[in-house]
């Protein structure tokens, strides 16, 4: 039972141009969502979130939106950077609290070439 | 910055032997964590411990799993007879007590166990 689903195994995008990123989630009681960027031999780094109350959280070239109603948010990275090249998870919680299991999705490799 | 740290980096164990996979979280940290993740799938939860015991385990942390903050310091999740399908990479995660919103979880490298 997937409760957050990351549709595309893998993304690649110009260095510059904007990657966009997708996560869909089916389990109405989430409350609050993640992004956490990956890099091969490292642990999962939290990236952004967004509270069930705000549709657009922004920090720096992140941004993520929220659409409740689809169930559904994106990560926008405008301009993309090589070092951006990543697996990239969404995660979501029932409660924004510290001491919450998290459900992740599968990822999405984004690939930003130079 | 602060770390999570773990080790070993990798396990390679035979299948029904006992493993201990070991975690220093954040020194102020309270919330511990155990998430795992078998190699092209998405990362699952384990189990989170909070004052000493365990506050919510998954379907996964069967009786085979055990979790343990010996001295303070560690937190060392405990697989008792391995199976193949454990083969995974497994990380801890800790988190000061409060809220997600700015910080989410800190996570370690990760443990990478083999079952052979």
């Known amino acids: 039972d997937q409760q957050v689903k990351q549709n595309s195994p893998s993304l690649s995008v110009q260095e510059g141009r904007i990657s966009i990123l997708n996560c869909d989630y089916t389990?109405?009681?989430?409350?609050?969502f993640l992004w956490y960027k990956k890099y091969p031999a490292e642990g999962p780094t939290f990236l952004i979130s967004i509270s069930s109350i705000k549709d657009k959280n922004e920090d720096g070239r992140f941004t993520v939106f929220l659409n409740k109603s689809a169930k559904h948010l994106s990560l926008h990275i405008v301009p993309s950077q090589p070092g951006d090249s990543a697996v990239y998870f969404c995660a979501a919680s029932p409660r924004n609290s510290g001491n919450t299991p998290l459900v992740f999705g599968k990822g999405t490799r984004l690939s930003v070439i130079a | 910055e602060p770390e999570v740290t773990q080790t070993p980096s990798h396990q390679v164990t035979q299948m029904g032997q006992e493993v201990i996979l070991r975690c220093v979280p954040i020194?102020?940290?309270?919330?511990f964590y155990w998430y795992r993740q078998i190699l092209g799938q998405k990362v699952e939860f384990l189990v989170s411990f909070y004052n000493n015991e365990i506050s919510e385990k998954s379907e996964i942390f069967d009786d085979q799993f055990s979790v343990e903050r010996p001295d303070g310091s560690n937190f060392t999740l405990k697989i008792r007879s391995t199976k193949l399908e454990d083969s995974a990479m497994y990380f801890c995660?800790?988190?000061?007590?409060?809220?997600?919103?700015?910080?989410?979880?800190?996570f370690g490298s990760g443990t990478r166990l083999t079952v052979v």
């Open positions: 389990n109405s009681m989430f409350d609050y």
């Open positions: 020194s102020n940290h309270l919330y």
């Open positions: 995660a800790s988190s000061e007590l409060g809220t997600l919103r700015d910080y989410g979880y800190t």
